[in-house]
């Protein structure tokens, strides 16, 4: 699918979908979301570079994603997707800077996108130019990833406050911390995903910086600076949430340790409490002929006192130790 936009008469105007070179090159945004063969040959026809395929955007190394060639700049990132779901996911998007026309290539409908469209549509924001364009878009994809970490941070301060509260009581059953182990673990992948994206539009902003036209702009080397610092502000707030993940997931398991250690403290102190009233049955109940306690009148109700006091003087020390 193609969606291209330029600005006529002050006002953004939509191609049509099968607009042909002579528009496409006076469009300032191009958006490809999961072209056909034939749709991507017309781009690069029409500005005369080549497209990276599916497999070239997913390479790591950095010559692969950010290069430059004669005809524009090309520019992979990493952006979080399907952020809301239970698994969380990226996807790599190439920004081309053609001319003055930008151009995204794309495999999936992030939220920034859904809705830089619609406000692209609504003349919300002015396509004038592709790099003016870019530095929009990269604005929508950082307030999506903002409002990501707040909802992530949101979370995981309850998860605390579950073990401070319901933890401090001793209540914390075997389904509430399987489900707060699933949150840990949601907010855990989240953050990790929101910040592989951050490292990579930080990337793209420091190349971005070197472009001609960015560089002779004033005003554009400023919105980039903005850009860079929130980049670099959200990057420092995921190395904060990691580390309070972590702390998380560690009192998390030490709530568990403890009442694990509380259960077998139950068992190791039955146990012995129950060790000398059951000797005293094991000896009265020998069968030896010679065993004077047997005549003796008050034999049998000797026995079980002597029972109830080895069970009454271990539970009393225990007591006095603190550890019942």
């Known amino acids: 699918m193609i969606r291209a936009y330029r600005v006529a008469e002050g006002r953004n105007e939509r191609l049509p979908d099968d607009a042909g070179s002579d528009l496409l090159r006076a469009a300032a945004w191009i958006d490809l979301l999961s072209p056909s063969p034939e749709e991507q040959r017309l781009v690069e026809r029409t500005f005369r570079i080549e497209l990276p395929t599916r497999e070239e955007m997913r390479e790591i190394e950095l010559s692969s994603r950010i290069y430059r060639e004669e005809a524009g700049v090309f520019m992979t990132a990493t952006v979080l997707c399907r952020a809301d ?162 702390f998380q997931l560690d009192a998390l398991l030490g709530v568990v340790g403890i009442e694990q250690n509380n259960i077998v403290k139950i068992f190791s102190v039955a146990a012995v409490v129950f060790l000398p009233p059951t000797l005293v049955a094991s000896i009265y109940g020998m069968n030896f002929h010679h065993m004077p306690e047997l005549d003796w009148e008050w034999g049998y109700p000797m026995a079980l006192a002597l029972m109830v006091l080895s069970v009454l003087v271990p539970l009393v020390w225990f007591k006095r130790r603190g550890w019942l």
């Not at 619609?118 to 919300?124: E, S, T």
């Open 85 to 246: 779901a239970p698994v969380p996911e990226t996807m790599d998007i190439t920004f081309v800077l053609a001319a003055e026309t930008l151009i995204t290539l794309r495999f999936d409908d992030p939220k920034p996108f859904y809705g830089f469209h619609n406000q692209a549509a609504r003349n919300g924001i002015k396509l004038d130019h592709g790099v003016g364009a870019f530095t929009q878009l990269l604005d929508a994809i950082l307030d999506r990833v903002a409002d990501v970490l707040e909802g992530a941070g949101r979370d995981v301060n309850q998860v605390a406050q579950h073990l401070l509260i319901e933890g401090h009581g001793g209540a914390l059953g075997s389904d509430m911390q399987h489900q707060l182990l699933k949150r840990i673990a949601r907010a855990h992948d989240l953050t990790a995903k929101a910040r592989e994206s951050l490292v990579t539009l930080t990337r793209v902003l420091a190349f971005l910086a070197t472009v001609r036209e960015v560089a002779g702009d004033k005003a554009m080397r400023a919105r980039l600076k903005t850009l860079t610092q929130d980049t670099q502000s959200l990057a420092d707030y995921t190395a904060f949430l990691s580390s309070n993940i972590a």
